[in-house]
Every structure is written in structure tokens, then in C-alpha cells.
């Protein structure tokens, strides 16, 4: 598509938007009575205004039935991480008894990896990205420390593109470590770039080199489609409070794939147990069927509720739809910046291929620092500081507008003039 600095184009684009009565189903943040620009979905999304229904349904049930809410409310809490099967199934490409809703982020890779690593003599070693999040590296570290080996045995991949990884270097260090990699735990989308890994063919790298491979999801799911189950990946976990908007350490939920499910490998947890029989109380553990025998404890209901609001807005727009228009609205923001006086002043760090990002782009931009984030809040624009000074800007296809990314260059471009 060929694009245009004029305003107008902007909005002409916004009118023929098929997405665009979405955003009315979310609460936009206020400055000076006016929306601001909120260009941060991808550190915390934005409130569904269906959410306070969900939630206080459950509020309601709980003051009125008490502990018989278990069984006999609105939506009974004793199956409640069963609704949120459908929605999460279609955006991870899996099927229900493979995805289920439960902890969060931390603890499901604590979970999944205590599972999942499995280190023998030689072949004992984890891979995980340069500057990973401190989640993956923290968990990961973790791992190796309970069972005895050094830091050593944690492998950071270099970037081989300035900031990025091409998937070729990924696959090359693979098959070169085969012999002492035991897991290999990646990002779907690097949160720091807003690189978007190639999942199918890092798999399949990884299983021909004998080694189980992971993905923290939380930058990629309700992001970019996924697939994987068909990808054959061994497990995955995410958090639900970015492109899932499902509020500040919303409930997070995990993916093990159909193949796994009958080893009998998780740590157990009393709500794992088959509902028929999980009040006996007898500890004779009964697995429940496919990944719910790996839920530990009962869910936030709460929490859940939020997060089943958001994922019922998600099912209708499609991630197919909102995959379109954000390669559209993140190309738009990319063609502006590389039209305007900021391209003597920033970097674009994000790859350039659309297929190589989701809804970001990293820009590093000379002489930022946290100030520059304040200066822009106070603007109206709302987004978020990375040291070493990247400032990360996510144009979310469910509630921004093509107008939002012209105001928020034009802005940039004015508050840089001046800093």
C-alpha cells in the first residue's frame, strides 16, 4: 500500500477501518479532557469496558451464594478455566486440552521447566537470547542452581543483525551445541526489539538436535497468529495483561503440547485432580484429563473474569483481522518516522519484515532517557523507556487509529526539536 504524510490520509484511512468501533469497547486514559495516545498496549493493555460486568458478576455471586458460588453461579468457579479455553486455543493454534488458564508467567516457567529440563551427563546446557526478559533469564537460572551447575551452563545467543537474530544464526547455533543443549527457552516476540522469532523452524531445529524447546509467549500471543501445535512445540506460557488486556498482572495460563500429556511429568497440584473425584480428599492422585491434570491450585476468579472479558472482544475481531490491520498500522508508523525530520535522530531497531515484528517498533532515539517519556505523558502520548535509551511504541489494532500514529509522529518530531 502506498501511504501519505497528509492528515487526511490518516483519517481516510480510520473511515474505512473494519476494526475501528472496536476501540469504543475499551476505556481510553484522559489528559486535558482529551484521549491521549496510548501507544503502551504492549507493557499493559487497555481496559475492556465489558470487564467491570464480568468481574462484578463474580463480586455478586460471591455475596450472594458464598461458597455455593463453586457450583451454582452465573458461571460456576469449580469449571471456570474451562471458558477460557476456546478463545485461547484460537490464538495459540492449539487445541482445548492443550492450553489452560492458571498462575502466572513466573511460576508457569518454574512450572514448565522443572517439567521440561531434563539434563543428563554432556547434554545439560539452556539456550535463551542475549538481554532476554528477566523472567526467562531469572527462571531459567534458577533451574540450573537446583541442579547444580553454573552459570556456564546458561547460553546467551549474540545477536547477529545489530539487535536481531536471523533465524539462519538461531538454527546454526542449534546444530552446533547439539551435543550439550538440553532446553532451549526463546521469546515468541523479544520484548526489547519487537523481533517476532520464526517458531516453526526454530523447533524443528531444535528437535532434530534432540532438544526440547519453550516459548514465552507474553509480547506474541493476541499479537501475531500462532501455531503451535502444528509447529510441534514442546510448551509455552504468557501473561494476559498486554495484548490480552486483562489488567495488571492479569492471570497467565500455559501450553503443553498433546504429546506430553501422558507422561505423568508435572508437579501436581490438588485442582489437577479429576473433578469426579478431587473432594475425596483421599491423596490418591487422579489425573484430570489432557493439561488440566498441570493446574496446581484453584484460579483467580477474578482475575479469570477479566481475562475471559477480553478474550470474548478478541474472538470476535479475529486475530486474522487484527493481524492485518496491525501490519498496516505498525507500516504506517515505520513509513512516517522514515518520512519525517526524526529519521536523522532515532533508529528503528524492530526488523523492517513485517513477517519479523508484531505491533512494535523500538526506536532508539540519541540522548533519550526517562525524561523524554514524561515530557510525551504530559503531551498525551503514553508509551514506554528502555535503557539503553529505546523508547517502544505499539500501535494496538483493537483500540489505536491510524490518526493516533500521525499525532504521536508529529508530536515526537516537535518534543525532539526542542530537546
Not at 483467580?300 to 498500522?329: D, F, H, P, T
Request: hydrophobic share 35%; glycine share 6%; aromatic share 10%.
Amino acid at each position: 500500500m502506498t501511504f501519505s504524510t497528509d492528515f487526511t490520509f490518516a483519517q481516510s484511512l480510520d473511515k474505512d477501518d473494519p476494526l475501528a468501533h472496536f476501540r469504543s469497547k475499551f476505556h481510553i486514559p484522559q489528559k486535558n479532557g482529551q484521549d491521549v495516545i496510548y501507544l503502551c498496549g504492549n507493557s499493559l493493555g487497555l481496559q475492556p469496558k465489558s470487564t467491570r460486568t464480568y468481574v462484578e458478576q463474580e463480586l455478586d455471586d460471591w455475596a450472594s451464594l458464598g461458597v455455593e458460588g463453586h457450583f451454582h453461579g452465573e458461571r460456576p468457579w469449580v469449571s471456570y478455566h474451562q471458558l477460557s479455553k476456546k478463545g485461547l486455543s484460537e490464538l495459540l493454534g492449539v487445541s482445548t486440552s492443550e492450553v489452560v488458564t492458571m498462575g502466572s508467567l513466573t511460576e508457569n516457567l518454574h512450572l514448565l521447566l522443572n517439567a521440561f529440563y531434563k539434563p543428563v551427563s554432556g547434554k545439560n546446557k539452556i539456550l535463551i537470547e542475549k538481554m532476554a526478559f528477566p523472567s526467562d533469564h531469572y527462571a531459567v537460572s534458577s533451574q540450573l542452581q537446583m541442579h547444580g551447575f553454573g552459570r556456564n551452563h546458561l547460553i546467551e545467543l549474540q545477536p547477529d543483525q545489530d539487535y536481531n537474530f536471523s533465524t539462519s544464526h538461531i538454527v546454526d547455533t542449534i546444530d552446533h551445541l547439539k551435543d550439550e543443549l538440553s532446553l532451549i527457552l526463546l521469546p515468541g516476540i523479544q520484548y526489547f526489539t519487537g523481533q517476532s522469532f520464526d517458531i516453526q523452524t526454530i523447533t524443528a531445529a531444535a528437535h532434530e538436535a534432540g532438544v526440547v524447546v519453550g516459548f514465552d509467549l507474553a509480547h506474541a500471543i493476541g499479537n501475531v497468529p500462532l501455531k503451535l501445535h502444528d509447529h510441534q512445540v514442546d510448551f509455552a506460557t504468557w501473561c494476559s495483561y498486554k495484548y490480552l488486556n486483562s489488567g495488571p498482572g492479569g492471570i497467565s495460563g500455559i501450553f503443553v503440547h498433546e504429546k506430553h500429556l501422558q507422561n505423568d511429568q508435572q508437579l501436581k497440584g490438588w485442582w489437577g485432580h479429576h473433578p469426579e473425584s478431587r473432594f475425596k480428599m483421599d491423596n490418591q492422585w487422579t489425573p484430570s484429563e489432557g493439561i488440566d491434570a498441570w493446574q496446581l491450585s484453584n484460579p483467580n476468579i477474578l482475575s479469570a473474569a477479566a481475562n475471559l472479558a477480553s478474550l470474548e472482544i478478541m474472538q470476535e475481531a479475529g486475530i486474522l483481522n487484527l493481524r492485518a490491520k496491525s501490519v498496516k498500522l505498525t507500516g504506517y508508523l515505520e513509513f512516517l518516522l522514515n518520512t519525517s525530520e526524526l529519521r536523522e535522530k532515532i533508529q528503528i531497531i524492530t526488523p523492517g519484515n513485517p513477517d519479523e515484528r508484531g505491533a512494535q517498533l523500538s526506536l532508539m532515539v540519541a540522548n533519550a532517557n526517562p525524561e523524554l517519556i514524561k515530557n510525551l505523558s504530559e503531551k498525551g502520548v503514553v508509551l514506554d523507556y528502555r535503557e539503553p535509551k529505546v523508547v517502544r511504541v505499539a500501535p494496538v489494532p483493537l483500540y489505536n487509529t491510524f490518526s493516533d500514529v500521525w499525532n504521536f509522529v508529529n508530536i515526537l518530531t516537535q518534543t525532539l526539536k526542542t530537546s
